[in-house]
């Protein structure tokens, strides 16, 4: 009697550990202001390069608001006139793209990665 050994097939399968983005909802249309890409919790596939920071210049504005003034009833209206100008959205990013553009000549784009009141003035590489 012959003895019959059992057949065994081994499979290998190779599966990445890699991290999975999926292109068609990572891809976007990145809205420029002034000729300045804007990067919003998101950042550029493209290389770039830091130029520096830019920074939203609210303390600029209420020493301004508030200059020259005694009273404190003058001082609070400068600052509250100040913060509503500064809580309109669209304002704010015009006045970050114009500080972008002023202190990094070479910008073409602002990457705001922790909070709209300060941003990444970035030059892409390629």
Known sequence: MKKVLPLLIFTIMVVSCEESIVSDKNDAYVRQIDGIY??????????????????????????????????????VSGILSTGAKNADFQKLLYSMVAQAKKDYREAEGIIFDKKLSEGLAIKFTE
Not at 39 to 68: C, F, M, R, W
């Open 38 to 75: 804007v990067y919003i919790y998101s950042k550029p596939k493209k290389d770039h390069q830091v130029l520096g920071s830019v920074v939203n210049p609210l303390a600029e504005q209420l020493n301004e608001a508030t200059k020259g003034k005694k009273k404190f009833g003058d001082i």
